[in-house]
């Protein structure tokens, strides 16, 4: 079973910059299409960006593009979301997710893939001065 791991969130000042990492634990991640997620509290959870198996297909939220970049390393079984330019309304536990859909990026990213095959614990990203 795909388990999911993420890392690198933190505390971070506005404008700065933070890269959060998603790994599989005891499997690889090709040719999953993993997708970031975040949720506020007494807020539903949103699509952030998402990835297709191969690298080749991407898509992000209106409210991150331009900011975020989206990647994975698949000699690291990783995926990567940098995000830069930071606010305080990026605040938020952020989680990685897995599926093998043929739906595509953005219908994961929009939630239309219920259930995923795999969800990460979270991490947290407090942008804040």
């Known amino acids: 079973q795909l388990q999911l791991v993420e890392s690198g969130g933190g505390l971070v000042q506005p404008g700065g910059s933070l890269r959060l990492s998603c790994e599989a634990s005891?499997?690889?991640?090709?040719?999953?299409?993993i997708g970031w997620f975040r949720q506020v509290p007494g807020k539903e959870r949103e699509g952030v960006s998402c990835?297709?198996?191969?690298?080749?297909?991407?898509h992000y939220a209106d409210f991150v593009k331009g900011r975020f970049t989206i990647f994975r390393d698949h000699a690291k079984n990783t995926v990567y979301l940098q995000m830069n330019s930071l606010k305080p309304e990026d605040t938020a536990v952020y989680y990685c997710a897995a599926d093998r859909s043929i739906l595509g990026v953005r219908a994961m990213c929009d939630g239309d893939i219920n259930p995923m095959d795999a969800w990460g614990q979270g991490t947290l990203v407090t942008v804040s001065s």
């Open positions: 990835i297709s198996g191969s690298g080749g297909s991407t």
């Open positions: 005891k499997s690889y991640l090709y040719p999953y299409a």
